[in-house]
């Protein structure tokens, strides 16, 4: 079975400062993890994606993210936020393994940009 | 990049009406969709995944009779609520896939049941 926690329901931070949004993930088999963004009443847009290529992902608008296999980790990060990032953020593991499909989604944190 | 599309974006109808929402795929065809709900301030639930031209796979505890799936071509796939009630009301999104790849979302669909 797979499994993503992400630690905080909600993070605040004033714009300009970095942003750090933290995922644990459980697997059996070897990961695709993604992040997507949510902004309000809108369907999800892919930030970045990790499949077992290069551990750092670079992603659109500043993002990226750090595949931990010893932590089993998948953190995002922005240098710098920006008034538009304010929005839903969830954590997303694929397994390609073991006969499984879809995604499976964690319960998202709430991002919010102080100006 | 992969657009998909949802339609209609907003749906208002009475309990005991059936409701059907479309998903398609713009610039690629999907071997795959799949359809999510997401109530206020949760995460998405996988409800069904539809592979074109065979049946879909619930999942647990959605039922099958009562959100009807059809995957008739590699760009459309429809969801229809049939004998709406309040409880049904909710955001619905649906996503497409070409074989392994990446899933693309739709823009939602808001159905709200009176």
Not at chain 2, 5 to 31: N, W, Y
């Amino acid at each position: 079975a797979q499994s993503v926690t992400q630690l905080d329901s909600h993070v605040s931070v004033s714009e300009g400062t970095p942003v750090l949004l933290r995922c644990n993930y459980s697997s059996s088999y070897s990961p695709s993890l993604f992040w997507y963004v949510q902004h309000p009443n809108k369907g999800l847009q892919l930030l970045l994606k990790y499949t077992s290529a290069a551990t750092l992902v670079k992603g659109i608008n500043g993002f990226e993210a750090e595949f931990k296999k010893s932590e089993t980790s998948f953190h995002l990060t922005k240098p710098s936020a920006h008034m538009s990032d304010a929005a839903e953020y969830f954590c997303v593991v694929r397994t390609s393994g073991g006969g499984a499909d879809g995604l499976t989604f964690g319960k998202g944190t709430h991002l919010i940009i102080q100006p | 990049g992969a657009v998909v599309s949802q339609h209609p974006s907003r749906v208002i109808c009475k309990s005991g009406t059936s409701v059907k929402i479309e998903c398609r795929s713009l610039d690629f065809q999907a071997t795959t969709m799949f359809w999510y709900r997401q109530f206020p301030k949760q995460s998405l639930m996988l409800m069904a995944t539809s592979n074109e031209g065979s049946k879909a796979t619930y999942e647990q505890g959605v039922e099958k009779d009562k959100f009807l799936i059809n995957h008739a071509s590699l760009t459309l796939s429809t969801l229809t609520v049939t004998s709406a009630h309040p409880e049904d009301s909710s955001f619905y999104i649906c996503s497409a896939r070409l074989y392994q790849e990446t899933q693309y979302f739709g823009p939602g669909t808001r159905l709200l049941v009176l």
